[in-house]
């Protein structure tokens, strides 16, 4: 017995150690991901509008196949899975959006002049920083993978097969959305082996410069360059707004081609530098593993056990928050600024853009603050030189551009919450400046004279009325905060004051947040249920029921307004259940639970509001629930866009057990931990370890808590707590506690 | 009789001494120049499409009323002298060309919130560098001055009237015009006294950033600032792209409000240091001074005596062809680049556009070079950037970039003409690679390959083919003279055959240059009085007859192929007294000497080329007619489009007596000079004197020359004739001569 209790403790120490062999070990967690989960619906669902290509994390460049001839809403990053056809490999795109934009310098491989390959998943493959397929209709093998500004193809035909290569600079996301135009481009054969050009573009963003340099491995032996349907054959260089380019090479270098695309938004000179810094070599595979170990290294951050489908969605997941935000300047740090002039960050730093703040300052960037605190200062000063420059902080920020997509301002949040988490290296007075201004200059959807002259906003005057106003109300109690940390009172009693102004927007006889006109009267009829999308409507991609949910500054007022703890948690189970459906859905409207959406962002915090009106056992059916049933490993692996992130920056906090319900709080609800263990990697070599061990998959409810080996209680953790290290365990049961 | 001598000796001497005083002294030569010639057709002649604004000689700005909501094609530069509407005072603009861009940034100032008003030309006055108008409706004083970088507006209003001012950014030229769309947008409220912001705009030019620092003399009491229909009311800062502002100022500081705008196409940084370092006082008075003197400065390089008329014609005239090239870069030496990236000249250096290439490399740039042979280096450094950073030189190039507007490559005979003429600042071995290259890389209209392997330019290949075919050789003749120059044997034989390829469309049984198919049968029916206009027709704005006379680089063999110089002056008969048409003419087409239409280009050196035939009193007849007859000092004073100035150098060198037929030759054809005595100042304190004394104003004939004293009979004089400095004495008689 004796013996054999020590045996098995042998074994499991040694089980423990080839485990965290494994874990520092490279190769080891990239397995996990799967690059295709998100890249495509099944039938009549949304698809997570994640691509399957090579990218580093946080890098300027995602290449990835375009399985669209001119991407858009539904592929916005140019991939679905459903496709059959290949067009090329272009350098730059969206993850999970809603709405295309960028898909900047196509190349597509071909031995005759062929300009779109089919392909099959059989011959495809993917993992972090790689991406292979076969482009069938002239069997040439493909592979892509990337640095932070450079992509770098590689292209293997068969025997005896002559090389040619498209590079398109027309090809772009559609170019009937955005008053999408290419306004110039350039393309120049600077010597055999080198490329370079530009093209200009105004779209979602307003206006991107591209700059490419572009390597061969081996040298064109003739060139066609094509402006439209006007060829010019052997070409220095041509200018255009339709231009494209076929490349021959010679047999003899052949079957092999690499291909190294630097880029730069500010010029060629600096795409070039790019590269020289980044990508000097030509061996393919050593960039390849490269890009993988950067993904390992942060990946990292979180070792989790558990079963292998957890972990495919998990470090999947996981991988999907680091795609962005994206670095936006160059080696030398120079970079397009918000007024469309080039300038630089200081040494050391890195612009970012790709700020899709509606959806992530959710959960987003409260995991960026948790794991990736090193870059929150780099990715505030970003988000505060839009403020410099024009003149407030990001609502949808995209290739430094705002786009004022969605509503609120939820740059906000985000730079309050790095402050008030104490994050080194932020300017709390240029912080507080920065949201301060961005609360009070009116701009599209925030027109803050009529937000202070009516404590709401009047729907005939501001269309999306409730939901801004809710949503406002947040950032308003932001503000305060920051405000009451700086000591600035009258501030904070008014934004405070600003941070209640849901309240008016609350209708006691019928128990929801509904629209009013300028005359403070209720909007008639009003129908819960009835859908909204960006405009026309009082809600926002959602109805009312969905909206309900927002007040996390002040949960306990708003189940007060609901009638107390008994009436709320009704209210709850009723938005959990009834499926009652009024009119069209809105597109984004999809992984419904009742309605409960979880396809989109209104939703996410709804099912932990349970634990705060003290039913947590709800909290965790639900949240268990959610993450076993609406997310999988599958080409359609979530249930709406991954919107930047947002959708799997939820299911990470979901697995380890906790959620920011309201994101500047410093506080996490807890909810059900799914993983075996997880292990949070904190500075300063610090661990925060989750432990919930459970025989059965049915026990996601919790029975008991540990924290650091003292019984815990709270239905939450704080942010202090993580970040001092430390475990978390838990005791999980297959029947709900109270 | 001797002291008779004597003292008609010293009056002559004390009225040279007087007149030196004169030519010396401020105020003097720019009273001749009236802005308003050229400004507005009589009906149904075609406008000089000049504008009576402030601007300084090579200027970035150009301050002037617009009398057009939209500016567009038939008031291209903003202002039509039969308008009676001003909707504000914009600050850039092009002279005299038949399309319009530009007009950004418009002030308009008010006491109520109305943004026209009526005006007359009673009211109304305007001199190099100073504009003034009564704004009626409100009866607001408006005067406007300028600096290279920086506008300058005075505002006067009546007493105890509260002025109020708009500033656009929304106003342009005719969005329906070349895609034309605003961007991006930006109105930042600084301070009380200053405004700043910028537009990006795709237009003719495909993108230009306008960047702009505004200074009032009082402070802004309130401010509302509009994007589209939405108001925004004492807002710091607007985003948008359909921008305007009200700013109100108060009672007690008015009457008159001063504005100083400067601009700048890098960023709101630089139009600060433009305005800092041109103009940082207040004194209206002063910097209309400082520009009117910059303008006598310039205008006295040439001094002539004449009839009151002659002198207001001449000068206004030469007092055009100085509104552009205009000033790219800002005082720093930044510049945008044609690659669309922030770049800096060296010290010293300047750089410029508006290059209407086609219209000013036949009489603007010769007199460039005879006159600003100081700022030619800078020219042609200018148009090099372009072929450094776009592959080849420019065809019509405005803020920096092209537009290939027209035919041909004729920033080549202006970078030869320059090396050839010895202007020192320029690098040889660099000009010669990019008008080589401009050469041989085909782009928009100059399909090289087309050309070498044809001889010319086959129509069913490429439209406007004989008009191209035509000038291209030419191009190519100046390109195998630099060769020459240079050493270049190889090229210079190669070039020299492509100069010949005019003959290949020369039809012997018609006597025309005809077009031809890639099967090189000529293509039926022709008839050489039909006009074309910018595609789709083998002749250029022009018909067979009009572009007959194009071979410049060698006329004798143009006499030969005509049947010699009989038959070639019998032709010209023809040409300048059959006033048959065939169909529509085009739109440039006016000014009408039989086929000869001095309104447009084609025609303007045909009058000389009776010279050349061996009858010029011909060409002395019909220059006089044109000068005469197709100019005036009215506001419909040209015959047609100034088209940057090149239809007022015309002018200049047909007064002075002299005309570069051949732009590249270094010889003048010699006409029939206008003027009692003109004086042109030459670099190195040296002048070059024509005397033409005549005592009847039809005295148009030359009897006889002498150069320095001594008797003269060439048909032509020489570049270095001229710079070696000298006079050239006509004796002049009212019968034609042989």
């Not at 070792?303 to 999907?320: E, M, P, R, S, V």
Request: aromatic content about 14%; overall charge neutral; hydrophobic content about 35%.
């Amino acid at each position: 017995m004796k013996l054999k209790s020590m045996m098995k403790r042998l074994v499991n120490l040694l089980a423990a150690f080839i485990l965290s062999v494994n874990c520092i070990s490279a190769q080891n967690l990239t397995r996990w991901v799967n690059p295709f989960i998100g890249t495509g619906a099944v039938q009549s669902s949304l698809s997570g509008n994640n691509y399957p290509g090579a990218t580093v994390p946080f890098g300027m460049v995602q290449l990835s196949p375009d399985t669209r001839e001119a991407p858009d809403w539904a592929q916005a990053s140019g991939y679905d899975y459903n496709d059959s056809i290949i067009y090329g490999f272009s350098h730059t795109r969206l993850s999970g959006t809603g709405a295309s934009d960028f898909i900047d310098i196509l190349l597509f491989p071909t031995i005759s002049d062929k300009r779109k390959s089919t392909f099959t998943h059989q011959h495809e493959q993917a993992r972090p920083g790689y991406y292979q397929v076969l482009l069938k209709d002239e069997k040439i093998q493909a592979e892509l993978t990337a640095s932070v500004h450079v992509g770098v193809h590689r292209y293997t035909c068969s025997d005896g097969d002559q090389l040619k290569l498209w590079l398109d600079l027309d090809h772009s996301a559609n170019k009937g959305s955005w008053n999408r135009r290419i306004i110039q481009s350039q393309l120049r054969m600077v010597s055999p082996t080198v490329v370079e050009g530009y093209r200009i573009i105004t779209g979602w963003a307003k206006l991107r410069k591209i700059y490419f340099h572009l390597e061969f491995s081996q040298p064109i032996l003739s060139n066609q360059l094509y402006d439209g349907n006007r060829m010019y054959e052997n070409t220095p260089v041509i200018n255009g707004t339709e231009l494209r380019g076929l490349f021959c090479f010679d047999k003899k270098w052949n079957k092999e081609l690499i291909c190294k695309v630097a880029l730069s938004p500010v010029s060629i000179e600096n795409a070039r530098l790019n590269m020289a810094t980044e990508v000097p070599g030509w061996d393919f595979e050593y960039i390849a593993r490269a890009a993988e170990t950067s993904w390992e290294k942060e990946l990292k951050k979180i070792i989790i056990q558990g079963t292998d489908l957890q972990k495919k969605i998990f470090y999947t997941a996981l991988y999907h928050t680091m795609v962005q935000p994206n670095t936006m300047s160059d080696v030398n740090g120079e970079y397009m600024a918000s007024d469309y002039v080039t300038r630089s960050v200081a040494k050391g730093e890195v612009h970012y853009s790709t700020f899709s703040l509606w959806d992530t300052f959710r959960a987003a960037h409260p995991l960026y603050t948790l794991i990736h605190t090193h870059r929150i200062p780099d990715f505030v000063k970003s988000m505060m030189r839009q403020y410099d420059y024009y003149g407030y902080l990001p609502v949808w920020q995209l290739w430094g551009q705002d786009n004022y997509c969605m509503i609120g301002n939820h740059s906000i949040p985000v730079i309050v919450d790095a402050v008030l988490k104490g994050v080194a290296g932020v300017d709390e007075e240029k912080a507080y400046e920065a949201v301060f201004n961005s609360s009070i200059v009116s701009h599209p959807n925030s027109p803050f004279e009529v937000w202070e002259k009516y404590g709401y906003m009047p729907e005939n005057i501001q269309t999306q009325s409730v939901s801004i106003t809710l949503e406002q109300a947040f950032d308003d109690w932001c503000v305060a905060q920051l405000a009451k940390r700086l000591g600035k009172e009258k501030d904070y009693n008014h934004f405070m004051k600003r941070s209640a102004f849901y309240r008016n927007l609350f209708n006691s006889k019928t128990g929801f947040f509904q629209p009013k006109n300028d005359k403070g009267e209720w909007i008639e009829p009003f129908d819960p249920y009835k859908y909204g999308a960006n405009g026309g409507y009082p809600f926002t991609e959602g109805n009312a029921w969905q909206y309900f949910w927002y007040v996390p500054q002040n949960i306990p007022d708003l189940i007060s307004l609901t009638g107390g703890n008994k009436a709320f948690v009704a209210k709850l189970d009723t938005f959990f259940t009834v499926s009652y459906q009024s009119g069209a859905l809105n597109d984004n409207a999809s992984g419904f639970v009742g309605q409960y959406a979880h396809g989109n962002e209104p939703s996410h915090h709804v099912a932990y509001l349970y634990a705060c009106a003290g039913e947590p056992w709800k909290t965790q059916k639900y949240v268990a629930y959610i993450m076993n049933e609406l997310y999988n490993d599958s080409s359609s692996g979530y249930a709406g866009n991954d919107d930047c992130g947002e959708m799997s920056a939820w299911y990470v906090f979901g697995a380890l057990g906790f959620y920011p319900v309201n994101p500047v709080s410093g506080e996490y609800v807890i909810g059900t931990p799914m993983l075996e263990e997880a292990v949070i990697q904190l500075p300063g070599r610090k661990t925060f370890t989750v432990k919930a061990p459970r025989k059965e998959d049915n026990e996601v409810y919790i029975c008991s808590m540990k924290l650091n080996g003292e019984k815990y209680t709270k239905n939450y953790i704080t942010h202090q707590n993580i970040m001092k290290g430390g475990i978390l365990e838990f005791v999980m049961t297959a029947s709900p506690g109270k």
